[in-house]
């Protein structure tokens, strides 16, 4: 079973070497590795070209954006799997793609797999400052303010195929709006593993900045009004509230 993994990238020479390096490192060996880059202009080009040996495909060119980028490298991906791995994140350690090829095998019918994701700090990544736990999905639950962790999303090659990837319509949440749509619209077969899977590093794209946070909600929310009649704006937010409570204050 191969597993295709994807980091999009701009500007990213500061992290790009810790995320190349979670990747090449895993114990599991059928693994595709794809960058999308940009059109960066500082030294990332340049410390993915020491590993061009290890990197299967590496495309350098200007994009409408991070969704944009990753649906060309889903586009070009060959696995049975397909993954994302952000340039500022990293896998928790060098067992993860092991450990879920091993849950699609298992269970032949799955077209997805997710798990749990730690938020670190920029340069101690052993230092956790939030905690998303996440859940086994049932319908109706991304109205109670749930939703797994993008990053730790494992996907078939062939639900993408069937169902699309990234909508583009939405800036900072279409990874949200991709993970409802097949979930609770297109009710793909899940599974939940309840191990910490993905590290992600604080200030990134949607958690960097409050006014990214709150264009993100508002994408949400638009999401959610239009797509479901039973949803309601007042218990989202304080489900939202309470759920963000619990992860900063749980550890794994």
Request: proline share 2%; charged share 25%; with cysteine.
């Amino acid at each position: 079973m191969k597993i295709s993994i994807i980091t999009v990238c701009f500007n990213s020479e500061e992290f790009i070497r810790a995320a190349i390096e979670s990747v090449i490192s895993q114990t599991y060996s059928d693994i595709e590795y794809i960058i999308i880059d940009g059109g960066s202009t500082d030294n990332t080009l340049s410390i993915i070209d020491e590993y061009s040996d290890k990197i299967h495909q590496v495309i350098s060119e200007p994009d409408r954006g991070i969704y944009d980028a990753m649906n060309k490298g889903i586009a070009m991906a060959s696995g049975d799997i397909v993954a994302t791995l952000n340039s500022d994140d990293l896998y928790a350690h060098s067992s993860v793609i092991e450990r879920v090829a091993d849950e699609f095998m298992k269970f032949e019918t799955l077209d997805a797999i997710y798990g749990d994701l730690v938020y670190v700090e920029q340069v101690d990544t052993d230092k956790v400052v939030r905690f998303w736990k996440s859940a086994s999905f049932q319908l109706g639950m991304f109205r109670k303010a749930w939703v797994p962790a993008h990053p730790t999303f494992f996907v078939r090659n062939e639900v993408y195929k069937k169902y699309n990837a990234f909508n583009l319509n939405y800036q900072i949440a279409a990874d949200f709006e991709l993970m409802y749509r097949l979930l609770e619209e297109k009710v793909i077969t899940n599974s939940y593993l309840p191990e910490v899977l993905v590290k992600m590093r604080v200030g990134g794209t949607t958690n960097g900045s409050f006014s990214n946070i709150i264009e993100q909600n508002r994408e949400i929310l638009s999401v959610m009004k239009a797509r479901d009649s039973n949803f309601s704006t007042v218990s989202w937010v304080f489900r939202k509230i309470f759920d963000r409570f619990l992860q900063y204050t749980k550890r794994p």
